[in-house]
């Protein structure tokens, strides 16, 4: 099989898509169910159809794109990834996986393969938390990871329910009809930039992931009392920042401590009421993003940080409450699919290494559905979710190479 991976035209798709966007180039901003991204959307799918791909949409927005094999009651294989983007991003994330997957599909048909198992290009809605405060909500579903009446209650900033807006958007039926059934796939392969620096300082040019760490968020209320700042001496105070403050060092702690590298715990939000320089704060609002590839070590970090703000709360006379957000469990790709994946890597004299994904993906979800693993390049120096991550057109045509020997081999 001779594969030839269309380089070009890949990276013009990509600074294509780039374009559709909400904010100035070079960021990239589109969030679900927004115009930019039915925009985005219909780009894509026309795409997907000149390759002659048989496109739907499920009532979440998942599209679908397949290639019929020839057994058309065997299970798929799937690959594929997002489009979303969070605001002031970058044009790699997710849209590597997704332009690439079609790229592989596209390199397979020039060559002459013909598959016996379907494979379809799987776009996810909305695997960022942008609009819904959830992550993978489009994996979640398929899934059955997010239960159609929890998906149901989900509002965005303006109050507005998911249901509202994806019908509003165009998107009819019931979200019971998205979970798929186990076995709709044979295997699901997600290729991504790998958004950490670890491929580039190492000289390797694909990592094969091993792990998924999975997310725990916890919301933190921290009450003290207020007053003014020059009327309350500073014995008599109940500070709710400094408490809060005193908390977001401790949650720091226990991350270090945990005995493994990957443990990370990250406070991303920290509000601050009254909010005025002449004022005590009298409440904080925290949100706490904890990660671990073993969720028994990363539920012990959580235990650590409720006995701190037990300690914190009696120490400073402030009243301190938890709320657990999601706590998702990690998961561990596929044996069969990491050697398929180190088959193509070596077919293609491409040296990899093993990874562990600190970022989670819709993988994660995918893994509750069906055998998964992630194809991992470089990002110049680690950067993302920012306007100037970059990943260079070697090293997509590289990867896409690798993931179609690697589609390649499952569908036979």
Same mark, same amino acid.
């Given at each position: ?47 997907? %159809?000149?390759?002659? $791909?048989?496109? =739907? +949409?499920?009532?979440?927005?998942? #599209?679908?794109? @397949?290639?019929?094999?020839?057994? *058309? ?120 930039? %790998?958004?950490?620096? $670890?491929?580039? =300082? +190492?000289?390797?040019?694909?990592? #094969?992931?091993? @792990?998924?760490?999975?997310?725990? *968020? ?195």
């Amino acid at each position: 099989m001779n594969l030839d991976v269309d380089r070009d035209r890949l990276i013009q798709e990509i600074e294509e898509l780039a374009q559709i966007s909400d904010a100035e180039a070079p960021a990239v901003t589109r969030i679900v169910f927004t115009p930019t991204d039915l925009k985005a959307r219909a780009w894509l799918i026309t795409r997907c %159809e000149k390759a002659g $791909l048989a496109v =739907r +949409q499920d009532p979440i927005g998942n #599209i679908f794109a @397949r290639w019929t094999g020839s057994d *058309s009651n065997a299970p798929a294989v799937g690959a594929g990834s997002h489009m979303d983007a969070i605001p002031n991003a970058g044009k790699f994330d997710g849209v590597v996986g997704v332009l690439g997957g079609l790229e592989a599909i596209r390199s397979l048909k020039r060559s002459g393969f013909r598959p016996r198992h379907s494979i379809e290009l799987l776009v996810f809605t909305s695997e960022e938390p942008t609009r819904f405060g959830i992550g993978c909500l489009g994996s979640r579903l398929l899934s059955g990871s997010l239960s159609p009446d929890e998906a149901k209650k989900l509002v965005d900033k303006d109050g507005a329910s998911l249901e509202e807006v994806r019908r509003k958007a165009g998107f009819e039926g019931e979200l019971e009809e998205v979970k798929l059934p186990r076995g709709h796939y044979k295997a699901f392969v997600e290729m991504h930039i %790998e958004q950490g620096p $670890l491929l580039e =300082r +190492q000289k390797v040019p694909l990592g #094969i992931v091993r @792990r998924i760490a999975a997310p725990a *968020s916890l919301r933190i209320s921290v009450e003290g009392v207020g007053g003014h700042a020059g009327g309350v001496l500073m014995p008599d105070r109940r500070d709710a920042l400094c408490a809060a403050a005193e908390l977001i060092l401790a949650i720091e702690n226990a991350a270090k401590t945990s005995g493994a590298v990957d443990t990370v715990a990250t406070v991303g939000i920290c509000e601050v009421f009254p909010g005025a320089v002449n004022s005590i704060p009298s409440r904080v609002n925290l949100i706490v993003d904890l990660r671990d590839t073993d969720l028994r070590r990363r539920d012990a970090v959580m235990g650590k940080v409720k006995a701190a703000q037990e300690m914190i709360a009696a120490k400073r006379l402030v009243s301190i409450q938890e709320t657990l957000l999601n706590a998702d469990a990690p998961a561990e790709c596929t044996p069969e699919i990491i050697g398929a994946l180190s088959q193509a890597c070596a077919k293609h004299r491409q040296k990899s290494m093993p990874m562990v994904s600190r970022a989670y993906h819709d993988s994660l979800f995918m893994s509750r559905l069906a055998p998964v693993a992630m194809l991992f390049i470089p990002c110049r120096n680690g950067y993302s979710h920012r306007p100037d991550e970059y990943a260079s057109p070697e090293d997509i045509a590289r990867g896409v190479a690798v993931l179609a020997e690697t589609l390649a081999n499952l569908a036979e």
